[in-house]
């Protein structure tokens, strides 16, 4: 093979080798980007929400309760401030569950079970403490109907919380895997590389090195002949 085609050659299996590893480099900074950015617009989001939800339906009936034991108005803050808050927290979860059917379908099944609880349970509660019922306040507060409302919303909190955790570890493992891939054709890419120079090298020291030397050498043999022959 002449010199031109070799370094054509070299040329092509350059741009091909550039061409291959910077499609899996950009493919794999894709992936980690797009994991990452899962993480932080998804995992971390859903977390937060999900625990803020869980402490204001906690307070909705913490503030209900200390209302009916006390009978102060003043007592029903937190279940002010519960209600306000978990209708936020559910309206977010709502937003970032949007692709995601079960868990959707969890925070709908808590919602439903939250505004009956307020509608059943906790208004009839508080209107009969304000009227000085509270005998028949805590009947409704106690009745079968409040603890199937907060058991439910409990089991399905929890469920939900369950279920972003562990969306959570695909997303963490996914990541991962994809970090892993990146570093592993940065790695190849190099060794490739260099191997590649390598090549290039001792084919160049071979096809034109070598030559240039050794015509080096016959031409001084043959000055030094001349010199002889005078």
């Known amino acids: 093979m002449s010199l031109r085609k070799s370094a054509w050659l070299a040329v092509a299996v350059a741009a091909g080798l550039v061409l291959v590893f910077g499609g899996f480099l950009f493919w794999q900074t894709v992936g980690v980007s797009a994991a990452e950015d899962r993480v932080r617009t998804f995992y971390f989001p859903a977390v937060a929400q999900a625990g803020l939800m869980e402490t204001a339906l906690s307070d909705m009936e913490r503030g209900v309760a200390n209302h009916l034991l006390t009978g102060r108005e003043a007592e029903l803050g937190p279940y002010v401030n519960g209600v306000r808050r978990s209708d936020l927290a559910l309206g977010q979860l709502q937003q970032l569950l949007r692709g995601e059917p079960e868990l959707l379908e969890l925070t709908t099944s808590i919602r439903s079970d939250r505004d009956s609880w307020i509608e059943e349970i906790a208004t009839p509660t508080n209107d009969l403490v304000r009227e000085g019922e509270s005998a028949a306040a805590l009947v409704v507060f106690d009745s079968p109907l409040a603890d199937e409302l907060l058991l439910q919303m409990q ?75 005078r």
């Not at 490739?192 to 390598?198: A, D, N, P, R, V």
């Open 155 to 229: 089991s399905d909190s929890s469920t939900l919380g369950a279920l972003i955790e562990e969306e959570g570890v695909v997303i963490f493992d996914e990541l991962t895997t994809q970090n892993y891939l990146l570093v592993v054709t940065v790695v190849v890419s190099v060794l490739l590389l260099w191997g590649f120079l390598m090549g290039a090298f001792f084919l160049a020291r071979r096809r034109i090195i070598e030559p240039v030397d050794d015509l080096g050498r016959q031409v001084r043999l043959v000055a030094r002949r001349g010199e002889h022959t």
